[in-house]
């Protein structure tokens, strides 16, 4: 005889496997109502703007906006996928361009969503995987918003650039088909340089309308990382890894 919490996880499970469907149903959707092309996309740059030199600016009132309701997505989400969606397994599409634009084909990543340490980040977990994909569950108290989510649940302005750990984060906000923040990470060479050189970008395209998202609101839908090539950094390298439906 089954447990009351075993019942609970299947009674999830089935739930949260009818809502990839709808959620499903609603990227295509939008993908085509926008006149998005389903192949793999890279518009992108790797510099930093003028405002890291003078340690950043506080986010315009458009910026805060779309900033206000990632952070508050993530939120819902953090609290959502703790209670019910743990073991729950999460599908995506992983995608690669190399340094010479050739690109990979679509290789379906099969995860489940853990909590691997008390109190610890939830993560996607994926047996037999021999690369690198965005395994971190983006909340608003782990992963890269985390630092920015505090100061605005605080009735804070932040700036878009962060200084940590001898690194430079700088975060621009974009509204499209999704919410999306975009995160340039990189430093000085040394202390003397004026200039300071990307070495990563993540791009986040988040689920933000409680209307549309429902019980799923925070999901990132895709998320992104560009990469300069060695030897010549005005080309670029990037990973793709996008939700699907089962």
């Known amino acids: 005889m089954k447990s009351s919490l075993e019942k ?4 999830n499970t089935r739930i949260w496997r009818g809502t990839k469907a709808l959620i ?25 703007s003028e405002s ?3 340690g950043g600016r506080p986010l315009n009132d458009g ?15 953090r609290t959502k996928f703790l209670a019910e969606m743990l073991q729950s397994e999460f599908d995506f599409t992983y ?16 995860t489940t969503l853990k909590q691997l340490m008390v109190d610890g980040p939830m993560s996607y977990e994926a047996e037999g995987v021999n690369f690198s994909y965005m395994r971190e569950l983006q909340t608003d108290i782990n992963g ?14 932040p700036l878009n650039v962060v200084e940590k750990d001898n690194q430079f984060f700088e975060y621009a906000f974009l509204s499209n ?35 549309s998202s429902g019980d799923y609101l925070g999901l990132v839908v895709r ?24």
Request: charged share 25%.
């Open 144 to 157: 890269e918003m985390a630092e920015l989510c505090t100061q605005i649940f605080k009735g804070e302005t």
């Open 177 to 211: 088909v999704y919410d999306t923040v975009e995160i340039r990470v990189g430093s000085q060479e040394t202390p003397q340089d004026q200039a300071a050189t990307v070495m990563r970008m993540n791009r986040y395209e988040v689920l933000t309308n409680q209307q």
């Open 52 to 54: 890291l030199l003078s």
């Open 95 to 110: 995608q690669t361009k190399d340094c010479n634009n050739q690109v990979s084909s679509p290789v379906e990543l099969k």
């Open 8 to 11: 609970i996880s299947h009674s």
């Open 223 to 246: 998320g992104s990382r560009y990469f300069p090539c060695d030897g010549d950094n005005t080309k670029v390298r990037s990973q793709e890894q996008t939700f699907i439906a089962p």
């Open 24 to 48: 499903g149903a609603g990227l295509i959707l939008m993908a085509s109502a926008c006149g998005i092309d389903k192949d793999y996309r890279d518009t992108t740059n790797l510099y930093f």
């Open 63 to 77: 910026e805060m906006a779309v900033a206000l309701r990632i952070c508050y997505a993530f939120r819902s989400k």
